[in-house]
């Protein structure tokens, strides 16, 4: 069984900064790749950014230059550093697992991000 735990949501006014981590834990050693999808109220689930335990890493396009992802390994961690906060980044933000080129295996409980304008 795979546990994932988000942290480091919240509300933010726009412009600002937030970094959300995210731990693993359990039955991890199939997935290779992490990483971050979010969805705003009435939108689909999109995805963010990914990362493989070789560290490349994978962005949205709107989001390239303000969103950077890191993992830890040695933790089971993965980070996400979101400056130049905008309202429209407003969304439940959650953390994945997955088999490299595959879809999500895992998922957590999601952590909520609002931005104020």
């Known amino acids: 069984q795979v546990q994932l735990v988000e942290s480091g949501g919240g509300l933010v006014q726009a412009g600002g900064s937030l970094r959300l981590s995210c731990v693993a834990s359990g039955s991890i050693f199939r997935f290779n790749a992490m990483g971050w999808y979010r969805q705003a109220p009435g939108s689909q689930r999109e995805l963010v950014a990914s990362?493989?335990?070789?560290?490349?890493?994978n962005y949205a396009d709107s989001l390239k230059g303000r969103f950077t992802i890191s993992r830890d390994n040695g933790k089971n961690t993965v980070y996400l550093q979101m400056n130049s906060l905008k309202p429209e980044d407003t969304a439940v933000y959650y953390c994945?697992?997955?088999?490299?080129?595959?879809?999500?295996?895992?998922w957590g409980q999601g952590t909520q991000v609002t931005v104020s304008s």
């Open positions: 990362i493989t335990s070789g560290g490349n890493t």
């Open positions: 994945y697992l997955s088999r490299l080129g595959a879809p999500p295996g895992s």
